[in-house]
Antibody, heavy 119, light 111 residues
Framework: QVTLKESGPALVKPTQTLKLTCTFA??????????VSWIRQPPGKALEWLAR???????FYITSLRTRLTISKDTSKNQVVLTMTNMAPVDTATYYC???????????WGQGTLVTVSS | DVVMTQSPLSLPVTLGQPASISCRSS???????????LNWFQQRPGQSPRRLIY???NRDSGVPDRFSGSGSGTDFTLKISRVEAEDVGVYYC????????FGQGTKLEIK
């Protein structure tokens, strides 16, 4: 059974760095074709893909946030970590992690974690 | 980046009636290998998104057969043959070439 769960702080201050962890089960990120992405959704707004890490450690980022994002994986712990620097109130959103596998993307999603940026 | 444009953004539907959502991309989604990576997601109120359709027309396991996807190139459609109460939510299309982009979402409600 594939599951993903996001964890991290519910509240961060402006300018701080956000660290989110996606802990997953039911698959291995060392298996060819497996990928994990982070996607966010501001309250009442649409989904926005942020970053992806692949089984071979290839990494991809949304262009507009490229300088603020870092994605990494710990295969032994079944975790993917996203860090986002210089947080601002506009970054307030629910952050999801989602799996991609052959043949399609985002077949499984976590429950999401709401991050509020406020002083 | 590829821009995904959905219409309508709001879709009131009577129970038992069909519904259709359009999704247009700013450029062709046909990949170099011949595949077209266009997915549809459903997000019920208070829930995480759930994938319904992948690669234009492939229904995910457990998705009722009243949902169908079609299209090619830059024009795609999600159809619900007979809307049920559990279909209320927001529907998103998404293109699957880097960088991934989603449509604005279509909110389906019952009249």
């Amino acid at each position: 059974q594939v599951t993903l769960k996001e964890s991290g702080p519910a509240l961060v201050k402006p300018t701080q760095t956000l660290k989110l962890t996606c802990t997953f089960a039911g698959f291995s990120l060392s298996t060819t074709g497996m990928r994990v992405s982070w996607i966010r959704q501001p309250p009442g707004k649409a989904l926005e893909w942020l970053a992806r890490i692949d089984w071979d450690d290839d990494k991809f980022y949304i262009t507009s946030l490229r300088t603020r994002l870092t994605i990494s994986k710990d295969t032994s712990k079944n975790q993917v970590v996203l860090t986002m620097t210089n947080m601002a109130p506009v970054d307030t959103a629910t952050y999801y992690c989602a799996r991609s596998s052959v043949p399609g993307d985002f077949d499984y999603w976590g429950q999401g974690t709401l991050v509020t940026v406020s002083s | 980046d590829v821009v995904m444009t959905q219409s309508p953004l709001s879709l009131p539907v009577t129970l038992g009636q069909p519904a259709s959502i359009s999704c247009r991309s700013s450029q062709s989604l046909v990949y170099s290998d011949g595949n077209t990576f266009l997915n549809w997601f459903q997000q019920r109120p208070g829930q995480s998104p759930r994938r319904l359709i992948y690669n234009v027309s492939n229904r995910d396991s457990g998705v009722p057969d009243r949902f169908s996807g079609s299209g090619s190139g830059t024009d795609f459609t999600l159809k619900i043959s007979r809307v049920e109460a559990e279909d209320v939510g927001v529907y998103y299309c998404m293109q699957g070439t880097h960088p991934y982009t989603f449509g604005q979402g279509t909110k389906l409600e019952i009249k």
